[in-house]
């Protein structure tokens, strides 16, 4: 069985009746949507979501400077004159 990762829990009927009144109870939580006791989806508050898609931004970021710092060893170092 998948555990359910979130505080809160709904079914996708509760979801379908009132989405509304399910985000104002869940008051800031993150919930999860369960289909047949399992849970097929979460509902997260957009301030979580726009954190969670800042830091792999940010982890995209630290990856790429790495890749460039690998490479800085083989580039050639020439000075603004000779461009």
Known sequence: MSPIL?????????????????IERAGGETVAILNHNKPTAYLVPAEA??????????QE???LI?????EKSSALEVSLDEL
């Open 6 to 22: 979130s505080p809160l829990s709904a079914s996708i009927s509760e979801l379908k009746k009132n989405p509304s009144q399910l």
């Open 49 to 58: 979501y726009e954190w969670i898609s800042e830091l792999i931004e940010d």
């Open 61 to 63: 970021l630290r990856d």
């Open 66 to 70: 790495q890749q460039r710092e690998q």
